[in-house]
């Protein structure tokens, strides 16, 4: 019999997909290229299932003879790989973003001597609104916590940008870009303790309680599905963080970074005249340690954050210290620099990965922002936290609507600053 390759994401089985495999069987041995969860990844957001559940679900269905896994999102490797006889698609693909793929799939079956069998797109079943549809019903805690894990598995870096609103977790959970390599988007949340306090007219002091923290990260929860990130401050005391660590993992939240600087808080990037006063290695190391067995899944993950270049130190001695914390149990590192230049973070992030190859490695490119994603990726960088960029972006707006109006003495003029009220009830879900 013809073997018939057929490519699938498989995370939704709908009429359409049942459609599709019946007419391939129909036609001869159905050879499935189911896409990796990395695949997928790299262009859409991440399966709800795995690439293993996936498959077990496709070699359930009737009609299907063998599934494969398809590791890129072209067709093209496999179709070289497994030369089927013909590989089938629907007829959406004559336009749109995959209108190139088409092309090159039908080049290499003319010089393979295959068939692409082409059949009408089943109406009225669109995957892109059933999983939008999917992700507005909302998501578990024990589902979004393990996220952040699954995704560091398939994609460097991860793009994590801060939220300190519901409102401004929105925009990280929906926005999204087509780009000629697939669709960018945010992988993730950063609950910023400074944007945080800021939003709230308050100094970004280790005065307030979890439970004050806890009831914005709650907003945001309550209306996004991507893993969240927890900027815990120093951890507080040892005996405190246990606590710390067993709230944020119930709560669903992916990770808490906690920094290794004692005394009276200040911002790291506040200037030179302030003095950075590092913890006790050793102390560090049992909160990191207590926080580790407070946990109870496998999934939660514990960063250790090094204030060591912010302090004036070498990368060397930071690296001594992130020696110290992964030993104690630390699931990755942050290393923060107010250094323009990001030279010192380069040194460190070579020495970082000469010694740990897979560890997740964290950066904060604040002031050696002319790095792109890719460069800080090939450093070594396994996530990017833009850590403070929409409160920052929020308050000049803002101002310039309240300037306009005192300008103006009405309305008027701060229209064209402002977005429309219809549009606002739209991006909140319920609200129209």
Same mark, same amino acid.
């Given at each position: 019999?013809?073997?018939?390759?057929?490519?699938?994401?498989?995370?939704?089985?709908?009429?359409?997909?049942?459609?599709?495999?019946?007419?391939?069987?129909?036609?001869?041995?159905?050879?499935?290229?189911?896409?990796?969860?990395?695949?997928?990844?790299?262009?859409?957001?991440?399966?709800?299932?795995?690439?293993?559940?996936?498959?077990?679900?496709?070699?359930?269905?009737?009609?299907?003879?063998?599934?494969?896994?398809?590791?890129?999102?072209?067709?093209?490797?496999?179709?070289?790989?497994?030369?089927?006889?013909?590989?089938?698609?629907?007829?959406?693909?004559?336009?749109?973003?995959?209108?190139?793929?088409?092309?090159?799939?039908?080049?290499?079956?003319?010089?393979?001597?295959?068939?692409?069998?082409?059949?009408?797109?089943?109406?009225?079943?669109?995957?892109?609104?059933?999983?939008?549809?999917?992700? %507005?019903? =909302?998501?578990?805690?024990?589902?979004?916590?393990?996220?952040?894990? !699954? /995704?560091? $598995? @398939?994609?460097?870096? *991860?793009?994590?940008?801060?939220?300190?609103?519901?409102?401004?977790?929105?925009?990280?959970?929906?926005?999204?870009?087509?780009?000629?390599?697939?669709?960018?988007?945010?992988?993730?949340?950063?609950?910023?303790?400074?944007?945080?306090?800021? %939003?709230? =007219?308050?100094?970004?002091?280790?005065?307030?309680?979890?439970?004050? !923290? /806890?009831? $914005? @990260?709650?907003?945001? *929860?309550?209306?996004?599905?991507?893993?969240?990130?927890?900027?815990?401050?120093?951890?507080?005391?040892?005996?405190?963080?246990?606590?710390?660590?067993?709230?944020?993992?119930?709560?669903?939240?992916?990770?808490?970074?906690?920094?290794?600087?004692?005394?009276?808080?200040?911002?790291?990037?506040?200037?030179?005249?302030?003095?950075?006063?590092?913890?006790?290695?050793?102390?560090?190391?049992?909160?990191?340690?207590?926080?580790?067995?407070?946990?109870?899944?496998?999934?939660?993950?514990?960063?250790?954050?090094?204030?060591?270049?912010?302090?004036?130190?070498?990368?060397?001695?930071?690296?001594?210290?992130?020696?110290?914390?992964?030993?104690?149990?630390?699931?990755?590192?942050?290393?923060?620099?107010?250094?323009?230049?990001?030279?010192?973070?380069?040194?460190?992030?070579?020495?970082?990965?000469?010694?740990?190859?897979?560890?997740?490695?964290?950066?904060?490119?604040?002031?050696?922002?002319?790095?792109?994603?890719?460069?800080?990726?090939?450093?070594?960088?396994?996530?990017?936290?833009?850590?403070?960029?929409?409160?920052?972006?929020?308050?000049?707006?803002?101002?310039?609507?309240?300037?306009?109006?005192?300008?103006?003495?009405?309305?008027?003029?701060?229209?064209?600053?402002?977005?429309?009220?219809?549009?606002?009830?739209?991006?909140?879900?319920?609200?129209?």
């Amino acid at each position: 019999m013809k073997t018939i390759y057929l490519g699938l994401r498989g995370d939704i089985i709908h009429p359409g997909i049942i459609n599709i495999i019946r007419e391939a069987a129909g036609r001869g041995e159905v050879l499935v290229g189911l896409l990796t969860d990395s695949a997928i990844a790299s262009h859409k957001r991440l399966p709800y299932l795995t690439w293993e559940q996936r498959r077990e679900v496709l070699e359930n269905i009737k009609g299907v003879s063998k599934v494969v896994p398809q590791e890129e999102w072209s067709y093209i490797p496999n179709l070289k790989k497994y030369r089927p006889d013909a590989i089938i698609h629907g007829d959406d693909w004559l336009s749109g973003p995959l209108s190139g793929e088409r092309e090159e799939v039908f080049a290499l079956m003319r010089e393979t001597g295959g068939e692409v069998i082409e059949i009408p797109y089943t109406q009225g079943v669109n995957s892109s609104a059933l999983n939008e549809s999917m992700r %507005s019903l =909302g998501t578990t805690p024990d589902i979004r916590l393990k996220t952040l894990r !699954r /995704l560091l $598995d @398939l994609k460097k870096p *991860l793009r994590i940008l801060e939220a300190h609103s519901g409102l401004s977790g929105l925009i990280i959970e929906h926005l999204e870009i087509k780009k000629e390599n697939g669709l960018r988007a945010f992988d993730g949340i950063w609950s910023s303790s400074l944007t945080d306090s800021a %939003s709230k =007219g308050k100094p970004d002091i280790e005065a307030v309680d979890l439970t004050t !923290r /806890l009831q $914005d @990260l709650t907003n945001i *929860l309550e209306c996004t599905t991507k893993p969240i990130i927890f900027d815990g401050d120093t951890g507080g005391k040892s005996e405190h963080f246990i606590y710390t660590v067993r709230t944020l993992e119930r709560n669903g939240v992916s990770a808490v970074i906690i920094e290794d600087k004692v005394g009276l808080k200040k911002n790291s990037l506040f200037g030179t005249e302030v003095a950075q006063e590092l913890a006790p290695i050793e102390d560090f190391c049992e909160k990191i340690s207590s926080g580790k067995r407070a946990q109870v899944t496998k999934e939660f993950m514990i960063i250790a954050r090094l204030e060591s270049l912010i302090a004036g130190q070498t990368p060397a001695a930071a690296l001594e210290r992130a020696h110290a914390y992964v030993a104690a149990g630390a699931d990755g590192v942050m290393i923060h620099s107010k250094e323009k230049s990001g030279e010192d973070i380069q040194g460190f992030c070579q020495k970082f990965r000469a010694e740990y190859r897979s560890l997740p490695l964290v950066l904060v490119p604040t002031t050696y922002n002319r790095f792109t994603e890719q460069e800080l990726a090939a450093w070594g960088a396994s996530i990017v936290i833009y850590a403070n960029h929409l409160l920052r972006a929020s308050y000049p707006a803002m101002m310039k609507a309240a300037r306009s109006i005192l300008e103006n003495e009405r309305s008027l003029e701060a229209e064209a600053l402002c977005m429309p009220i219809k549009e606002i009830l739209e991006l909140i879900p319920g609200g129209k």
